[in-house]
């Protein structure tokens, strides 16, 4: 094992053998555990409770990136023109620190810059990408709706490719109609899991977090801008979506079969995977998507691996002219691993 850095440092890359871990239907892939006694089993049988520098030390782990400290956060850090985002010693999930991003009243789509996470040699085909990351969000980020197409949470990337779309990006993101809650989309948005998941072959009603643990059904929005909770009578969960003012835990899984290539989009094989879990303060994990995606690259499938991780709420054609109060939100605890990461 080649370590830079160290666990008990604010800011940890670690670098370690991946191994290879196959999406099988029904499975969440490799399990992560801690060989620590104060942590407890959570959902799923993935330890919960563990620090930081626990969850770095798991196997599998590529990568970690605590933000604690200015000197080591700043590199990252690439500004907007509208806003740079900035590190944070007072709001911070875990250790001494945090990114803290603007979105400012007449900002356009890059309102608050990005932190841009590479970490070479990256995950290729046979393996799965596991992307853990905290964030928080001030109520005027999840109520303001934006003249826009929807903010995104992050975007993984090919090959370090951050300019415009990459062919197999993936994207978390409120997407559309000023949802409050996220969904996923790959290949420049030519797919996304609301439009490919249509509940019993009605082309209107759509599951908008398909596949996961709970049921988002299209008829609940309101007024086209938000989504109401269920009611009683209805026996299906609701939209797992985000809570202001506290510090949510997302995790990503890519489960990489094959990259498609030099194929048409609509003859690449959904061989691949994706998976996304929340966890909201107090809660246990919920698995909120669960979807088959096909992969399709223009380079050369032997030397193309997802290796660069893109903090941001970039939010396409946002509108400059429109006033809206001025919002906030943090990234903190980036962890990157071929193995399911433990809870924090």
């Not at 985002?85 to 900002?107: K, N, R, T």
Request: hydrophobic content about 35%.
């Amino acid at each position: 094992m080649k370590v830079v850095g160290a666990v008990s440092c604010t800011l940890v890359l670690v670098a370690c053998g991946s191994e290879s871990d196959p999406w099988t239907p029904g499975g969440g892939g490799s399990t992560s555990t801690s060989s620590t006694s104060s942590s407890s089993s959570g959902q799923g049988g993935v330890a919960s409770g563990l620090s930081f520098a626990e969850r770095c030390s798991e196997a599998g782990v590529l990568a970690c990136y605590g933000f604690d400290s200015a000197g080591e956060t700043d590199p990252y850090l690439h500004d907007s023109g509208f806003s740079a985002p900035a590190f944070d010693d007072v709001m911070f999930a875990e250790g001494g620190g945090a990114i803290h991003m603007l979105v400012e009243p007449g900002s356009s789509a890059d309102s608050s810059g990005s932190a841009v996470l590479d970490f070479a040699p990256g995950v290729g085909v046979g393996e799965t990408l596991y992307l853990q990351w905290r964030q928080r969000f001030s109520p005027d980020f999840i109520d303001t709706v934006y003249d826009a197409n929807g903010w995104k949470q992050l975007l993984i990337h090919e090959n370090t490719s951050t300019a415009g779309c990459s062919d197999s990006e993936i994207v978390v993101t409120n997407n559309g109609e000023a949802r409050d809650f996220p969904i996923v989309y790959h290949a420049c948005n030519i797919f996304h899991s609301p439009v490919e998941n249509p509940v019993d072959g009605d082309q209107w009603e759509h599951d908008l977090q398909p596949g996961g643990d709970n049921r988002c059904l299209y008829t609940w929005m309101e007024d086209g801008l938000d989504f109401l909770e269920p009611s009683d009578d209805v026996d299906e969960l609701a939209c797992i979506g985000y809570e202001p003012d506290q510090w949510m835990t997302f995790q990503l899984a890519v489960h990489l079969n094959s990259w498609c290539y030099e194929t048409p989009y609509e003859q690449c094989p959904e061989d691949s995977h994706l998976e996304l879990w929340v966890t909201k303060e107090g809660t246990p994990p919920v698995k909120v998507l669960d979807w088959p995606i096909a992969l399709r690259v223009t380079t050369d499938p032997s030397s193309t691996f997802y290796d660069s991780v893109q903090l941001t709420p970039y939010n396409t054609n946002k509108d400059s002219a429109q006033s809206h109060p001025s919002a906030e939100l943090w990234y903190d605890s980036v962890v990157i691993s071929t193995a399911r990461i433990g809870e924090p």
